[in-house]
């Protein structure tokens, strides 16, 4: 195979015309490039140049090589430019996080990638699926609300988010009974929620398997919809109350000892992160 730091030599070389030019701007000796020369020679079993005391002409077999060779090099050359850029509004992000997150977040994505030639792809999950999707190095950005102990990821709190009780709009004031009298409209972290916000307030709270359910979703666009036609209460994450589309017809109480949820923010510990990574990361901290 044919070296290509002889090759870079031979073509600056023919394009510069001078020994010592040459020399000059790849940074070497007249000599050093002289034994780039011959070495090539030897290795091809080729005269490439017809040298003429200083001066040179090439062969047939310089002509050749040159033409061949400036093609190769130019390519190495875009090649090594191609992947040296670290552009900061190019290129795909892929981020990943629960729902309520995701419901704030994906429409100033969108908004960010209009602007730029971003490309975001999105993907709402929870945390369990999101710590497992960075450590698998699937994601580049993962938004959690718990930090992770996997010695790979990096984690920071970001943001926090208060959790809401949401009734129907014609509750003004819930007390435990008229929780009990509506019954729960459960989701995915709905015990969780239920019990973080629930037992700081309500003494009479013991666990959220004694709520009496009155309906479950796994879609965070839709868990209110039960609660809007009064069919029961649920507690989720400000964002997604506030995505709601018709708040008229829900009643958002925040009671007297508010609980939040802390926004954790997660890369891989090991990867160096690209341009177009931190621009998305401080975008999100901004919206957060």
């Known amino acids: 195979m044919i070296n290509v730091i002889w090759l870079r030599s031979f073509c600056q070389l023919v394009e510069i015309g001078h020994f010592t030019r040459t020399a000059e701007r790849l940074h070497m000796t007249q000599s050093g490039v002289s034994q780039h020369i011959s070495k090539l020679e030897e290795q091809l079993g080729l005269a490439l140049l017809d040298r003429q005391g200083k001066q040179f002409s090439l062969t047939d077999a310089g002509e050749r090589l040159y033409a061949e060779a400036r093609v190769i090099i130019e390519s190495l050359s875009n090649l090594e ?108 972290d709905g015990a969780y929620h239920a019990a973080s916000l629930l037992a700081a307030n309500y003494s009479e709270f013991q666990h959220s398997n004694l709520l009496t359910k009155k ?20 507690v989720l994450p400000a964002h997604a109350v506030a995505a709601f589309p018709r708040p008229e017809l829900i009643k958002t109480h925040r009671l007297s000892r508010p609980v939040s949820e802390i926004i954790y923010l997660a890369v891989r510990r090991d990867k160096p992160i690209a341009k177009r990574v931190t621009t998305v990361i401080n975008e999100i901290k901004k919206w957060l």
């Open 215 to 234: 309906g479950f979703s796994n879609q965070i666009s839709l868990i209110l919809e039960p609660v809007c036609r009064g069919l029961g209460f649920t």
């Open 81 to 188: 430019q191609r992947v040296g850029d670290d552009p900061a509004y190019e290129g795909e992000v892929r981020v990943m996080s629960p729902g309520s997150v995701g419901l704030k977040l994906y429409g100033n994505l969108l908004d960010l990638q209009e602007r730029s030639k971003l490309v975001i792809d999105y993907r709402f999950a929870p945390n369990a699926d999101i710590e497992s999707a960075i450590a698998d190095r699937d994601i580049d950005i993962g938004l959690m609300t718990k930090s992770s102990m996997l010695a790979e990821l990096d984690c920071q709190a970001i943001a926090e988010e208060a959790l809401l009780l949401v009734t129907p709009a014609t509750v003004s004031e819930p007390s435990w009974i008229d929780l009990m009298t509506l019954g729960f409209i459960d989701h995915p």
